[in-house]
């Protein structure tokens, strides 16, 4: 299974734009990359989902270059209730195991 | 579509005793089922796997005869931990998927809190 690599925290003020990237090095042709937001006592929340380029939906998007060795989960306009851990997941599509990696820790401030 | 349940959402209970969580996938039917735990401040780990009808496939470091798990129908999965001590005091969470795919859905947790 590919491991995930993201930053363990990030800032931002209400109204940016905030960009989180995983770095998959090995991540296999099979793999799909999907994202997840879990704010504290809650579990975890589907996001976005893609295998390649752009991925649109009316929460986020997703770009994963041509490569996919790594991907960027884009956040437009985040608001304080934005404030939560975000988790990069590399999955087989028939795979159904998730193993989580450390996630971001987003603080939106005012 | 794609709801999951927890039961009960935070538990309290005096070390050595048992405790029930259970799981319910409530417009759908879930082939698989997925029990993890999630200390303060980190990750989620995944602790086992079960099918419907069969035994739990439980993951490296997993007691299986601590953390026992039945997975009786499509809908309902029950994680009890047995003996619990102050060290099993943790966030429960549940997800379960209809299909083979990789698409979870995640219950809201179960905070345990073993005195």
């Known amino acids: 299974l590919a491991k995930t690599t993201q930053p363990i925290s990030m800032d931002s003020y209400e109204g940016q734009e905030v960009n989180i990237t995983c770095s998959h090095n090995?991540?296999?042709?099979?793999?799909?990359i999907t994202w997840y937001q879990q704010f504290p006592s809650q579990g975890p929340r589907f996001i976005i989902q893609?295998?390649?380029t752009k991925v649109t939906n009316e929460v986020a998007s997703l770009f994963i270059p041509a490569d996919r060795k790594s991907s960027t989960l884009s956040l437009p306009r985040v608001s304080l209730s934005d404030t939560a851990v975000y988790y990069c997941?590399?999955?087989?599509?028939?795979?159904?195991?998730?193993?989580f990696g450390s996630g971001t820790k987003l603080n939106v401030k005012p | 579509g794609a709801v999951v349940s927890q039961h009960p959402s935070w538990v309290i209970c005096k070390s050595g005793t048992s405790v029930k969580i259970e799981c319910r996938s409530l417009?759908?039917?879930?082939?698989?089922m997925f029990w993890y735990r999630q200390f303060p401040k980190q990750s989620l780990m995944l602790m086992a796997t079960?099918?419907?009808?069969?035994?739990?496939?439980?993951e490296q470091g997993v007691e299986k005869d601590k953390f026992l798990i039945n997975h009786a129908s499509l809908t309902l999965s029950t994680l009890t931990v047995t003996s619990a001590h102050p060290e099993d005091s943790s966030f429960y969470i549940c997800?379960?998927?209809?299909?083979?795919?990789?698409?979870?859905?995640f219950g809201p947790g179960t905070r345990l809190t073993v005195l």
């Open positions: 997800s379960a998927s209809k299909d083979s795919n990789n698409e979870q859905f």
């Open positions: 090995n991540i296999a042709t099979n793999d799909y």
């Open positions: 893609g295998y390649k």
């Open positions: 997941l590399v999955v087989p599509y028939n795979f159904n195991k998730f193993y």
């Open positions: 417009d759908f039917q879930a082939t698989t």
């Open positions: 079960s099918n419907e009808g069969s035994k739990a496939t439980y």
